[in-house]
């Protein structure tokens, strides 16, 4: 069983940063694909960002030029920068591995 450990969301004035982490256990992480996704209040999960095993990456329109996926696999962890972060980027965030496992999710507000 994996477990999707997700970190580093919180408060942040609008046009602030934060960088998520999701910390995987097991040893299945290096050639699996990895998404963040993310849901707001009354609103569907929608994805966020994308990354291959192979580093490949992609993202959402809403997001591109702002957002940062990265994954590093020595320590099974993919990161989400999130950078000019605006009020509409509250959300949940979650990490998912593959089709296969969910994180519990990190709570991300923007507000002044």
């Known amino acids: 069983q994996v477990q999707l450990v997700e970190s580093g969301g919180g408060l942040v004035q609008p046009g602030g940063s934060l960088r998520l982490s999701c910390a995987a256990s097991?040893?299945?992480?290096?050639?699996?694909?990895m998404y963040w996704y993310r849901q707001a209040p009354e609103k569907g999960r929608e994805l966020v960002a994308s990354?291959?095993?192979?580093?490949?990456?992609g993202y959402a329109d809403d997001v591109k030029g702002r957002f940062t996926i990265s994954r590093d696999n020595a320590k099974n962890t993919v990161y989400l920068q999130m950078n000019s972060l605006k009020p509409e980027d509250t959300a949940v965030y979650y990490c998912?591995?593959?089709?296969?496992?969910w994180g519990q999710g990190t709570q991300v507000t923007i507000s002044s």
């Open positions: 998912r591995l593959s089709t296969l496992y």
């Open positions: 990354i291959s095993a192979a580093g490949f990456t």
């Open positions: 097991g040893n299945i992480f290096r050639d699996k694909n």
